[in-house]
Protein backbone atom coordinates (compact mmCIF):
# COMPACT_ATOMS: atom_id res chain seq x y z
CA UNK A 1 0.00 0.00 0.00
CA UNK A 2 2.95 1.81 0.93
CA UNK A 3 3.99 1.65 -2.73
CA UNK A 4 0.93 2.27 -4.41
CA UNK A 5 0.36 5.45 -2.18
CA UNK A 6 3.95 6.50 -3.35
CA UNK A 7 3.22 5.71 -7.12
CA UNK A 8 0.14 7.45 -6.83
CA UNK A 9 1.80 10.69 -6.42
CA UNK A 10 4.90 10.28 -8.97
CA UNK A 11 7.57 9.02 -6.81
CA UNK A 12 9.15 5.78 -8.28
CA UNK A 13 9.52 3.08 -5.85
CA UNK A 14 11.34 -0.75 -5.58
CA UNK A 15 10.21 -3.19 -3.17
CA UNK A 16 12.57 -5.97 -1.96
CA UNK A 17 11.44 -8.60 0.41
CA UNK A 18 11.38 -12.55 0.59
CA UNK A 19 10.87 -14.62 -2.67
CA UNK A 20 11.84 -13.67 -6.37
CA UNK A 21 9.07 -12.37 -8.29
CA UNK A 22 6.72 -11.18 -5.67
CA UNK A 23 8.58 -9.64 -2.35
CA UNK A 24 5.59 -11.00 0.23
CA UNK A 25 5.78 -13.15 3.29
CA UNK A 26 8.17 -11.53 5.64
CA UNK A 27 9.72 -7.90 5.78
CA UNK A 28 9.39 -6.37 2.81
CA UNK A 29 11.33 -2.67 1.75
CA UNK A 30 9.87 -0.26 -0.04
CA UNK A 31 12.93 1.86 -1.74
CA UNK A 32 12.73 5.38 -3.13
CA UNK A 33 15.51 7.21 -5.00
CA UNK A 34 17.16 9.74 -2.83
CA UNK A 35 16.01 12.72 -4.73
CA UNK A 36 12.45 11.68 -3.50
CA UNK A 37 13.26 10.74 -0.12
CA UNK A 38 12.08 13.76 1.72
CA UNK A 39 9.08 14.18 -0.59
CA UNK A 40 8.04 10.50 0.38
CA UNK A 41 8.63 11.01 3.98
CA UNK A 42 6.28 14.18 4.14
CA UNK A 43 3.60 12.01 1.68
CA UNK A 44 3.27 9.41 4.41
CA UNK A 45 3.49 11.79 7.43
CA UNK A 46 0.91 13.82 5.77
CA UNK A 47 -1.31 10.55 5.16
CA UNK A 48 -1.19 10.01 8.49
CA UNK A 49 -1.66 13.24 10.31
CA UNK A 50 -4.97 13.08 7.66
CA UNK A 51 -5.99 9.44 9.16
CA UNK A 52 -5.80 11.00 12.82
CA UNK A 53 -7.79 13.81 12.22
CA UNK A 54 -10.27 11.95 10.55
CA UNK A 55 -10.91 10.04 13.36
CA UNK A 56 -10.84 12.83 15.52
CA UNK A 57 -13.89 14.59 13.15
CA UNK A 58 -15.47 11.32 13.41
CA UNK A 59 -15.84 10.61 16.26
CA UNK A 60 -17.07 14.64 17.30
CA UNK A 61 -19.69 14.24 14.61
CA UNK A 62 -20.81 10.74 16.57
CA UNK A 63 -20.16 8.23 13.62
CA UNK A 64 -21.28 4.84 14.69
CA UNK A 65 -18.77 2.42 14.57
CA UNK A 66 -20.21 -0.19 12.22
CA UNK A 67 -20.18 3.09 9.73
CA UNK A 68 -16.80 3.68 10.13
CA UNK A 69 -15.62 -0.14 9.68
CA UNK A 70 -17.23 -0.04 6.35
CA UNK A 71 -15.76 2.99 5.64
CA UNK A 72 -12.47 1.45 6.30
CA UNK A 73 -12.99 -1.39 4.72
CA UNK A 74 -13.66 0.24 1.40
CA UNK A 75 -10.58 1.59 1.69
CA UNK A 76 -8.89 -1.55 2.41
CA UNK A 77 -10.30 -2.92 -0.46
CA UNK A 78 -9.75 0.23 -2.70
CA UNK A 79 -6.16 0.28 -1.98
CA UNK A 80 -5.29 -3.36 -2.19
CA UNK A 81 -7.09 -3.34 -5.89
CA UNK A 82 -4.29 -0.77 -6.43
CA UNK A 83 -1.03 -2.31 -4.64
CA UNK A 84 -2.27 -5.38 -6.60
CA UNK A 85 -2.74 -3.64 -10.12
CA UNK A 86 0.72 -1.82 -9.88
CA UNK A 87 2.52 -4.84 -8.43
CA UNK A 88 1.17 -6.69 -11.69
CA UNK A 89 1.75 -3.79 -13.79
CA UNK A 90 5.69 -3.42 -12.58
CA UNK A 91 6.01 -7.22 -12.60
CA UNK A 92 5.02 -7.61 -16.17
CA UNK A 93 7.76 -4.48 -16.72
CA UNK A 94 10.54 -5.96 -14.87
CA UNK A 95 9.60 -9.59 -16.76
CA UNK A 96 9.39 -7.95 -20.21
CA UNK A 97 13.12 -6.10 -19.47
CA UNK A 98 14.48 -9.01 -18.65
CA UNK A 99 13.66 -11.17 -21.97
Given at each position: ?18 GST ?78
Amino acid sequence: MVAARLGADGILTELRGPGSTYPVGGVVEVLVASDDEDAARQLLSADETEAALADQVDSAMGAAPFELAAVARQRWVALLTLALALALVWAGLAAHAFS
